[in-house]
């Protein structure tokens, strides 16, 4: 599963701030933001596909991506480490430094 | 005002009938649609009927089980966060999917939520609060948890980390909490009977038992 993964665990990577017309689940607060890579989900349907009805597409890696809450909201009010995830598809991610 | 009790008379609504609201159109779309699929041979009404009853059997009384579990059986806990749904078969549940079950620890507290909708882990908790499915719970928590935890009764020390699972994906989040302090010695049913379903949410911790 992890052979297949483009983005290893620890990689940074950028969220697209691409706002594409059809269906998908990367949440705008996330779109644009460097996050960590802390899991590998392996191969899962789009919602790309599925919303349109196309349930024998490939698939493809998804990722659990954690975000520092500072970096998402700049007025965050807690300490450091506070950090929200979200399971993203590799497609919507790109290398970050 | 009160009367006495020697009835000849009913109460409104007291023994009346259910009133049948009429299909709305959401129901009726469902209904077209299962229909469809049936006589088409995509589903069948058994499966239908099997997977409502799975879902109906599921309450935050499941997932509890599984703490108690995770909680007496170390081996038990550990393929349980490292492949929950792999643990959970073993567990005697059906096809769980991808399932991820998420410590608290002294250092790290979770708390899941789902942002796009209502995502919860409905074989193992049953059907979500409603409060889960709310605009404020579902914006506020992932801006400032600390906040809307506080308002739960939660207050979490700066140097626990806050960890907000947003369940964006087919992936589904549950949470183990902490076992608490003066339950050793207490068997895996009465421990799962102190997990109740905002401790399983995050949004809750697993109080001591009281004396």
């Given at each position: 599963?992890?052979?297949?993964?483009?983005?290893?665990?620890?990689?940074?990577?950028?969220?697209?701030?691409?706002?594409?017309?059809?269906?998908?689940?990367?949440?705008?607060?996330?779109?644009?933001?460097?996050?960590?890579?802390?899991?590998?989900?392996?191969?899962?349907?789009?919602?790309?596909?599925?919303?349109?009805?196309?349930?024998?597409?490939?698939?493809?890696?998804?990722?659990r991506v954690h975000f520092r809450q500072k970096d998402l909201w700049p007025d965050y009010a807690g300490p450091d480490g506070d950090i929200v995830s979200a399971d993203l598809h590799e497609h919507w991610l790109e290398p970050a430094p | 005002m009160s009367h006495p009790h020697d009835h000849d008379h009913d109460h409104d609504g007291d023994h009346a009938p259910p009133k049948d609201e009429g299909a709305g159109d959401y129901a009726l779309l469902e209904q077209a649609m299962r229909e469809l699929l049936i006589e088409k041979g995509v589903i069948t009404a058994d499966g239908v009927r099997r997977m409502i009853e799975r879902l109906d059997e599921a309450s935050p009384a499941t997932g509890a089980r599984i703490v108690a579990r995770a909680w007496t059986d170390p081996a038990f806990k550990k393929a349980l966060l490292d492949d929950a749904g792999s643990a959970l078969s073993a567990f005697g549940f059906g096809p769980m999917g991808k399932f991820i079950a998420l410590e608290n620890t002294p250092d790290t507290h979770n708390v899941i939520v789902c942002t796009l909708c209502s995502c919860y882990p409905r074989f193992v908790l049953g059907f979500p609060p409603d409060w889960y499915k709310s605009t404020a719970y579902r914006s506020r928590v992932v801006r400032e948890p600390r906040a809307v935890l506080q308002e739960f009764g939660l207050d979490l020390p700066d140097s626990t980390r806050v960890v907000v699972s947003d369940s964006t994906a087919e992936i589904r989040y549950m949470v183990v909490p902490m076992r608490p302090r003066?339950?050793?010695?207490?068997?895996?049913?009465?421990?799962?009977?102190?997990?109740?379903?905002?401790?399983?949410?995050?949004?809750?911790?697993?109080?001591?038992?009281?004396?």
């Amino acid at each position: 599963m992890s052979a297949q993964s483009k983005f290893a665990l620890g990689a940074r990577v950028r969220v697209r701030s691409d706002d594409p017309p059809h269906h998908h689940r990367t949440p705008r607060f996330t779109r644009g933001q460097v996050g960590t890579v802390a899991r590998q989900h392996g191969v899962m349907p789009l919602p790309e596909d599925l919303a349109y009805g196309r349930t024998s597409g490939q698939g493809a890696p998804i990722y659990r991506v954690h975000f520092r809450q500072k970096d998402l909201w700049p007025d965050y009010a807690g300490p450091d480490g506070d950090i929200v995830s979200a399971d993203l598809h590799e497609h919507w991610l790109e290398p970050a430094p | 005002m009160s009367h006495p009790h020697d009835h000849d008379h009913d109460h409104d609504g007291d023994h009346a009938p259910p009133k049948d609201e009429g299909a709305g159109d959401y129901a009726l779309l469902e209904q077209a649609m299962r229909e469809l699929l049936i006589e088409k041979g995509v589903i069948t009404a058994d499966g239908v009927r099997r997977m409502i009853e799975r879902l109906d059997e599921a309450s935050p009384a499941t997932g509890a089980r599984i703490v108690a579990r995770a909680w007496t059986d170390p081996a038990f806990k550990k393929a349980l966060l490292d492949d929950a749904g792999s643990a959970l078969s073993a567990f005697g549940f059906g096809p769980m999917g991808k399932f991820i079950a998420l410590e608290n620890t002294p250092d790290t507290h979770n708390v899941i939520v789902c942002t796009l909708c209502s995502c919860y882990p409905r074989f193992v908790l049953g059907f979500p609060p409603d409060w889960y499915k709310s605009t404020a719970y579902r914006s506020r928590v992932v801006r400032e948890p600390r906040a809307v935890l506080q308002e739960f009764g939660l207050d979490l020390p700066d140097s626990t980390r806050v960890v907000v699972s947003d369940s964006t994906a087919e992936i589904r989040y549950m949470v183990v909490p902490m076992r608490p302090r003066g339950t050793e010695g207490m068997s895996e049913p009465d421990l799962a009977a102190l997990v109740h379903r905002d401790a399983l949410i995050g949004t809750a911790v697993v109080a001591p038992p009281s004396p």
